[in-house]
């Protein structure tokens, strides 16, 4: 008998982003039939089976407009209640076997409809969910019954799953499962042929401390005259980050490339020495999970300079695989980052050790597998 599963993100709008890698790998590549239910609640819509050209089907919305009013205006129903009730009657009518609720909020969201229904609720953590003090204090009382009455509680760290443990997640329940990464046939960096070039991708916010790693390359800049940083992505702190280059002296060196497609960052991923990320836990509390980014680069075969930092410390073997340093400790950073400036073959060997482990471990395929058994673990 077929199993069918719901995929459910809370989104404003109701598409993924191209970046949001792991999401589309849940809809696109679990090994049975997928509905996805994208978009906050009460203006969920619902598309069957999987995306891309050929696969991707027309959508229809959970709580359809007119019934959303009508509901509101004759019998003062909140949207709450609205999409709590349309998505009972949605788990039931398509003999949904299970939800995989994406990220903590979304759960909470989901969790009384799930019930209702009779239908097994697996939640998975991504990051921000777990670690932001103000969503953490909001939701307290929201995991507390979540907790309780999901079959399972995925966190994609070791450390996540601490602090999930921690929060009051039961161990029967809890289980750890990183995000993947799309590696290809063979290693598309060669770190040894590049110059000393270093990369950082992603938003420029508080967690990935940008300012650190902008210190950290003015020393390398200062050792090293060929020595190139690109910081491809955009944030809030991308206009700080532009005055401290030229409050360092090194803005003829660093390039800000702004949001660019996933093409994009493969390519510039593939002419480079080294990718850096330099993580940290945000004031607000925010910390990375597993981060994909960090993922791709090793599997594209480029040495990692970042920080011992959440899920990170589950995928790089210090030393081995890649190179760690303390948070905030921009000295550190910069010596890692010289040591594989000036040593390419060193660069290379741990590239191709990094990209080993990452198909060994860490790939989209096997973090796919490993949440299918848990799903059917639970279910």
């Known amino acids: 008998m077929a199993f069918n599963l719901a995929v459910i993100v809370n989104k404003d709008g109701n598409e993924l982003g191209a970046s949001e890698t792991f999401l589309h790998a849940h809809i696109n590549q679990m090994p049975c039939h997928v509905y996805s239910l994208i978009g906050n609640p009460g203006f969920r819509m619902v598309r069957e089976g999987s995306e891309g050209p050929g ?7 959970l709580v359809p407009l007119a019934w959303r009013w009508g509901m509101r205006q004759f019998l003062g129903q909140t949207v709450a209640k609205q999409d709590t009730r349309a ?37 998975q953590f991504h990051g921000y969910d777990a670690y932001r003090e103000s ?50 046939g063979q290693a598309s960096a060669a770190p040894a042929e590049a110059g000393p070039r270093f990369v ?14 902008l210190l950290a390359f003015a020393r390398v800049a200062a050792e090293f005259p060929e020595a190139e940083l690109e910081v491809v992505g955009d944030g809030p702190l991308m206009a700080p980050c532009q005055q401290l280059s030229k409050a360092l002296g090194i803005e003829g060196r660093v390039t800000f490339a ?35 980014g960090v993922l791709e680069a090793m599997g ?3 040495p990692v300079v970042s920080t011992r930092h959440g899920g990170i410390r589950d995928i790089i073997s210090e030393g081995e695989t890649g190179l760690l340093v303390d948070e905030y400790d921009a000295e550190a950073m910069s010596a890692a ?13 741990l590239g191709s050790k990094a990209r080993q482990s990452v ?3 860490w790939t989209t395929e096997k973090s796919v597998g490993r949440l299918w058994d848990i799903i059917q673990k639970t279910c």
């Not at 995989?100 to 409809?113: D, H, R, S």
């Not at 204090?137 to 760290?157: D, K, N, P, T």
């Not at 994009?264 to 994909?292: K, N």
């Open 200 to 213: 950082m991708v992603g938003r420029l916010v508080e967690k990935k401390a940008p300012f650190v790693s």
């Open 135 to 184: 969503v953490v204090e909001e939701l307290g009382q929201g995991y507390r019954q979540l907790f309780e009455s999901a079959a399972a509680i995925v966190g994609v760290s070791s450390h996540m799953c601490e602090k999930l443990r921690a929060m009051g997640a039961p161990e029967g329940k809890l289980f750890h499962n990183a995000c993947g990464a799309e590696v290809s």
């Open 55 to 61: 696969k991707f089907m027309a959508s229809r919305a």
């Open 300 to 302: 594209m075969g480029l």
């Open 337 to 349: 980052m010289k040591a594989l400036a000036g040593k390419p073959e060193y660069a290379a060997d």
């Open 258 to 292: 702004g949001a660019r497609p996933h093409s994009y960052v493969m390519s510039t991923l593939s002419q480079a020495r080294c990718f850096i990320q330099h993580s940290v836990r945000a004031p607000d509390g925010d910390m990375e999970g597993t981060p994909v």
């Open 87 to 123: 998505l009972r009657q949605f788990l039931i009518a398509n003999n949904i076997d299970a939800v995989l609720a994406e990220y903590g909020p979304t759960a909470v969201t989901v969790m009384e409809a799930c019930k209702q229904a009779g239908v097994p609720l697996i939640a």
């Open 359 to 361: 198909l060994e471990n």
